[in-house]
């Protein structure tokens, strides 16, 4: 079992910025890629970015050049600085973190955190 933990959401203007960090603890040996999701009301959980466990990263399009997803290994932590923030950008927040089996993906959820972002 994979445990993640995120912090770092909060309230911010337009233009700003803010870091989000995940906590992952457990069975970490199985992770081989981590990931953040956003869910805005009414709409479906999108991927936001991920980063491989050989520091490959993968971004939306609507984050490009804004965001960038970064990992600590020694500290079991990833995190997601979002700079020039939109108000677009308004959602629920969730860490992912995905195992590879050999019978399919095992995603592991933390429990979201708010990020709104003003006008």
């Known amino acids: 079992q994979v445990q993640v933990v995120e912090s770092g959401g909060g309230l911010v203007q337009a233009g700003g910025s803010l870091r989000l960090s995940c906590a992952a603890s457990g069975s970490i040996f199985s992770i081989n890629v981590m990931g953040w999701y956003r869910q805005a009301p009414g709409k479906q959980r999108e991927l936001v970015a991920a980063i491989t466990s050989g520091g490959s990263t993968n971004y939306a399009d609507s984050v490009k050049g804004r965001f960038t997803i970064s990992r600590d290994n020694g500290k079991n932590m990833v995190y997601l600085q979002m700079n020039s923030l939109k108000p677009e950008d308004t959602a629920v927040y969730y860490c992912?973190?995905?195992?590879?089996?050999?019978?399919?993906?095992?995603?592991?959820w933390g429990q979201g955190t708010q990020v709104t972002v003003s006008s």
């Open positions: 992912n973190a995905r195992a590879l089996r050999s019978w399919g993906p095992d995603d592991y």
